[in-house]
Nanobody
Framework: VQVEESGGGLVQPGGSLTLSCVAS????????GNWYRQAPGKQREIIAS???????DYADSVKGRFTISRNDNEMTMYLQMNNLKPEDTGVYYC?????????WGRGTQVTVSS
């Protein structure tokens, strides 16, 4: 039972990245999916959520720039990130949530710098 992120890296301001989160060992489509971010020296914060039905919600800091999506057939969740800013730098974590169960990935580093 796990989720695993990929797709992080170094990108210049204004650039784009797409993060992926692959689920395995559980019934992914009944879980809500979330992306969290932990910036250096700060607490982990939720930045995007997608429900089982596909409804999405975003933190104000990323609204209009990031898009969360999911493909339940492939048991994968995505985070498309556009117009990246230096303040988007951090470790991005995938989370699958259902009732009292939370499944976390180990995170993928995103660095936005010129």
């Amino acid at each position: 039972v796990q989720v695993e992120e990929s797709g992080g890296g170094l990108v210049q301001p204004g650039g784009s990245l797409t993060l992926s989160c692959v689920a395995s060992g559980f019934i992914f489509h009944i879980y809500n999916g979330n992306w969290y971010r932990q910036a250096p020296g700060k607490q982990r914060e939720i930045i995007a959520s997608i429900s089982r039905g596909g409804s999405a919600d975003y933190a104000d800091s990323v609204k209009g720039r990031f898009t969360i999506s999911r493909n339940d057939n492939e048991m994968t969740m995505y985070l498309q990130m556009n117009n990246l800013k230096p303040e988007d730098t951090g470790v991005y974590y995938c989370n699958a949530h259902l009732a009292s169960t939370d499944l976390w990935g180990r995170g993928t580093q995103v660095t936005v710098s010129s």
